[in-house]
């Protein structure tokens, strides 16, 4: 069956300091990735998503960028972290052939 | 555009039945998701509809019409455990958008 994993659990970084969230998906090959931003009561926003190695796709511009460097490994990095970087980070595969996402436990981070 | 519009909170009580709407507005329509999600949690999936009509699984159906761009979630027989943000999700070629949730207290 199929596992989606998603580190660390929580995170608190000061403003300014560098971000890397992972998330690794078992189970599968050539899943479509996503990557997911929820700040506290409100909806999901997608930030980027993925069709295959090194093909992103960013759906709002801001301070992150995300990287596949392998087929089941998504990567959301940052240089430098905003206050309004805070939130609840979400990575989420689906197979090519269905439209049905599953999400990972997700990363909750706080920028002090 | 792309929107979603669903009810912000709503109530009801234990063993009763509660209908969350949700109606869209968008282009390239490929169905139309529903999802749970608890408190600090992921979402979970629940339904999905591509073709008008219900589709039942359990305690939970959903419905779809996509010439009125409108959808529901109906949950039966609620159990406290229902408590939770539920999530309307549209895809639509490789967009997926999702609703804010309708957040559901279940009294008993």
């Known amino acids: 069956s199929q596992t989606i994993h998603q580190w660390p659990a929580t995170l608190v970084q000061p403003v300014g300091s560098p971000l890397s969230l992972e998330c690794t998906v078992e189970g599968t090959s050539n899943p479509n990735l996503y990557w997911y931003r929820q700040a506290a009561g409100r909806g999901l926003q997608l930030l980027f998503y993925?069709?295959?190695?090194?093909?992103i796709s960013s759906e709002v511009p801001q301070n992150l960028s995300a990287s596949r460097p392998q087929d089941r490994q998504f990567i959301l990095s940052s240089k430098k972290l905003l206050l309004s970087d805070s939130g609840f980070y979400l990575c989420?595969?689906?197979?090519?052939?269905?439209?049905?996402?599953?999400f990972g436990p997700g990363t909750r981070l706080t920028v002090t | 555009g792309q929107n979603i519009d669903q009810p912000t909170e709503m109530t009801a009580t234990e063993g009763a039945i509660v209908q969350i709407n949700c109606t869209y507005q968008t282009s390239g329509f490929n169905g139309l998701f529903w999802y749970q999600q608890h408190a600090g949690e992921a979402p979970t999936f629940l339904s999905y509809n591509v073709l008008d009509g219900l589709e039942e699984k359990g305690r939970f159906s959903s419905f779809l019409s996509r010439s009125k761009g409108y959808s529901y979630l109906l949950l039966k027989e609620l159990q406290m455990k229902d408590s939770a943000s539920y999530l309307c999700v549209y895809t639509g070629g490789f967009k997926t958008i999702f609703g804010a949730g309708t957040r559901l207290f279940v009294k008993a």
């Open positions: 989420a595969w689906r197979a090519g052939s269905s439209y049905e996402q599953y």
């Open positions: 993925s069709v295959g190695i090194g093909q």
